[in-house]
């Protein structure tokens, strides 16, 4: 099992960090873990493409998690001529209605995919890619899920858990995928110690956790339980007995020198496994139940 940080920033600008993205590599699955502003480019960069992805989980839908959907969804339909699976995609409510006014009759793009499917030179392009008229409009197969829900891959399963961040306006989910060669927990986007993450994560070779903030300097307390912090993120992995914690999400006052280093040697005093910066294009590879190899 392959995976691929796409995007460890926030919805702050930035050249280096793009908006969150997690791209895993089971089998022949390729699963897309939130897909924020910029995780597209970094999973073109991976070497993937958007008809590689096969299943798409998003956590909540603040736009820094799932801006990039709807570029994933138009070009996988474009690209795939309709010779590809219809994309797989989980997330919590309102989803559904989130996709249908993306891309239904109505939609955002209704009037470029109606152009797509009707204009003589786009049939061309579509025939020249080897579809066959006539054009179907793009259809991923959203299902609605909540925290508890389990979803069964070929040779995965993922398990929907709570999230602690910015309910009840938005429902937050983080994620457990269990494969044979390991298992990875993405908190989402997560504060404070959640019991939720502590239970989803039991165990896991990897946690990849918010860590937003420097512990101390969080502006008030229910922002410290929205948004992760490292002395907190360090509680949660212990508890957890996860092997690895990888810190993403983070903002750019605690990615410097200095402070990074702090960060990850407070972390380990509390934590015994081993601790990583996440840094997008950063790959972690699983095999037989530990992390093998970690590039970039
Ligand atoms: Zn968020």
């Known amino acids: 099992m392959k995976i691929t940080l796409l995007g460890t920033g926030t919805p702050a600008p930035s050249l280096a960090r793009q908006s969150s993205g997690y791209l895993l590599e089971v089998d022949d699955d390729l699963i897309v873990m939130d897909h924020g502003p910029g995780a597209h480019q970094r999973l073109i960069e991976s070497g993937h493409r958007a008809v590689d992805v096969s299943h798409v989980f998003i956590s909540h839908l603040h736009y820094d998690h799932c801006m990039d959907y ?7 339909w474009d690209m795939g001529a309709g010779r590809i699976l219809d994309l797989q995609v989980y997330g919590p409510p309102p989803i559904a209605r989130m996709t249908e006014l993306l891309f239904g009759e109505d939609g955002v793009w209704g009037p470029d995919i109606r152009a797509r499917i009707e204009h003589e030179s786009s049939i061309f392009v579509f025939q020249e890619r080897g579809g066959k008229p006539p054009r179907k409009r793009p259809a991923p197969c959203v299902k609605e899920v909540h925290a508890g829900d389990v979803v069964e891959g070929g040779a995965w399963k993922v398990t929907v858990g709570k999230a602690s961040h910015v309910q009840p306006q938005l429902e937050c989910l983080a994620f457990r995928l269990d494969g044979d060669e390991g298992s990875v927990c993405y908190s989402g986007d997560s504060g404070g ?3 939720e993450i502590v239970e989803l994560a039991r165990g896991c070779d990897v946690l990849i956790h918010m860590n937003h903030y420097f512990s101390g300097t969080e502006p008030t307390a229910s922002y410290r339980q ?3 912090n490292h002395r907190d993120n360090a509680v949660i992995a212990k508890r957890a007995g996860v092997k690895t914690l990888v810190l993403s999400h983070v903002l750019a006052q ?3 020198p200095g402070v990074r280093e702090r960060i990850v040697h407070e972390v380990q005093q509390e934590f015994d496994g081993k601790v990583i910066w996440g840094e997008d ?3 972690l590879t699983l095999a037989a139940h530990g992390l093998a190899k970690v590039e970039g």
């Open 281 to 283: 294009l950063m790959r």
């Open 70 to 76: 709807p570029r994933l969804v138009l070009q996988r």
């Open 193 to 195: 110690v959640c019991e």
């Open 254 to 256: 605690i990615d410097q």
């Open 226 to 228: 929205a948004c992760g």
